[in-house]
């Protein structure tokens, strides 16, 4: 064993302080829950009292965008039918101090990803996870054209353990008429590592982490995929495009190819190490007119969802991390074959 | 109906927005869930196996705090068996920028706050709250005098569904070599609203809750609860010292006794308004050298775990709110009687 004593290390991007406490768990085998949340009620391709589901399309909201073979959709995206925020009204600013308030315009649709209702992300073909990823930058551009819209999160949650309430799978993209105040402080901490060091924190991340070479789960000529050296919870994983480019909406189809592929790789390793845990994947990008900046560099983040935040999470921000990142990713490893 | 537009207010505490989104839920009472998870396993007075009951000191660690009258004792604090942190060794730091790394030393006690398995925070008593807290704050004092500790946190998690793993009500507290990155960012706010306003940002929202009169649950000589203008989550709380002081170790006698009474209060609400819920409570408090400061004020905030975060609140930091935080407050201070 290379390190029994807890460690603190500092991550970065997010600013944060983690505990990496290996001994307070055992193997990455541990990890592994029993049943896994993420295909719980997910037996049959077709749920007649699915909205998402081939057949069921007259019971869903506007669609938006779809990818399709003449008749047969493989994609679709609709508006939500329970929105975060309006679509239609103007940004309204009101109030100030302890009540400055904005009208809560914006987007939030749900992309579709599969006519199946149990074909989940996981499970897919390499083509399904470029078509997925190609509706993903078709709905980020979309939103982004909205000029009410500040910032654009895309994500989606794998599972009931992850926040996902309905089985068939789908992604979300939400556009706000904000940016988050999370994102602000990302930004500062980016810039403030461009000022003192005069290279973007994330290109960083990568010179680092291919330097160290005890962490990368993958690798192909445009991504990046290891599992952070202060990985803010067991088997946390960045994606990182090589290209420094601080949007999304850039990311060519050459690129999208190796996106999709490397997310195949990741999802063989969790599914089969992990029976098929639940998880969250994000997007973080900034909006269009900042994919130039020098200082920043979008990336995807997945985060498996093997126990729950807790009191002390939320009164400090940092979190505990009961596996040590270098075990975690040679065990991932080792269930590429 | 006041409002049923989603809206964003901006938290001025946190400097994070808040999607205010009440059209997404129903009514306050569709909150409640079907069974409490807070007094799952809860039934006996003595559980053979748990090391907190009375009758089982001998297998827990190292005792560091009791009240007792007499042989019988009321409150205990001992040794966390499974620490976040270890108590031996020094501040040791290593490696720099990507690879910047501490020592993971500190000090993490268990407070076993009833000798009585089944009875939970929110059943105790005013007298037994008291006894809490009075533990909080000796324990509180005794980390800060460990020169390694630069933040302490103190902290409950009741009910699975808020972290918690043992069924014998108990609270944490943890002693961290570092000022966690969320408190820095917290303090770097707080210091921006004092430089701007000349007003201390929780005293500032002290003064405006009272102003506007919609969101106070309870309010006493010494402390005010109210859920805030830009509540992150519904039913989220918060109580102030009216008193402007940053350090919670210096909380008097007659304090504890009104912060008891809030606190009684406060369950008496949650008890009966949402069915016992699975909450954290956390004190979020500078350390001594800090407690004169005149930008910053710690504060008690239990956060009632209704739903659980996914993929936006990960992408993003911002919560989503499903309720109207003053027809929330109304709710619950219809439960008072």
Request: overall charge negative; proline content about 5%.
């Amino acid at each position: 064993m290379e390190l029994l004593m807890p460690q603190l290390r500092y991550n970065i991007v997010t600013g944060d302080w983690v505990i990496i406490a290996p001994e307070r768990s055992k193997r990455p085998i541990d990890f592994i829950k029993e049943e896994s949340e993420g295909s719980e009620n997910n037996t049959a391709t077709y749920d007649p009292y699915c909205p998402f589901c081939k057949g069921n399309e007259g019971i869903t909201e506007e669609e938006t965008f779809r990818i399709d073979d003449g008749d047969a959709w493989h994609l679709r995206a609709v508006r939500n039918k329970y929105p975060a925020l309006a679509s239609s009204g103007a940004v309204a600013r009101s109030g100030h101090l302890y009540h400055k308030t904005i009208s809560g315009v914006g987007q939030h649709d749900v992309i579709i990803e599969t006519p199946a209702h149990n074909l989940t992300m996981p499970e897919q073909s390499q083509l399904n996870l470029e078509r997925i990823l190609v509706a993903y930058r078709a709905r980020m551009r979309h939103f982004y054209e909205d000029k009410r819209i500040e910032y654009v999160i895309l994500f989606k949650n794998h599972g009931s353990g992850a926040g996902s309430s309905l089985a068939h799978p789908h992604s979300q993209i939400v556009g706000t008429p904000v940016m988050p105040g999370q994102v602000r402080m990302r930004i500062e901490e980016a810039l403030r590592h461009y000022g003192d060091n005069g290279i973007c924190i994330f290109c960083h991340c990568i010179d680092q982490e291919k330097e160290d070479g005890k962490r990368i789960l993958h690798e192909n000529d445009n991504f990046i995929a290891f599992i952070p050296y202060a990985a803010l919870s067991p088997f946390h994983i960045w994606v990182f495009p090589k290209l420094h480019n601080g949007y999304f909406g850039d990311i060519t189809d050459n690129e999208i190819s190796d996106l999709a592929e490397i997310l195949g790789v990741i999802f063989t390793m969790t599914t089969k190490g992990l029976k098929n845990p639940d998880f969250n994947l994000v997007i973080r990008s900034l909006s269009p007119p900042e994919g130039d900046v020098k200082f920043f560099h979008w990336y995807l983040s997945i985060v498996v969802r093997l126990s729950n935040t807790a009191g002390f999470e939320l009164g400090t921000g940092m979190y505990i991390n009961s596996s040590l990142p270098e075990e975690s990713a040679a065990y991932l490893c080792s269930m590429k074959q």
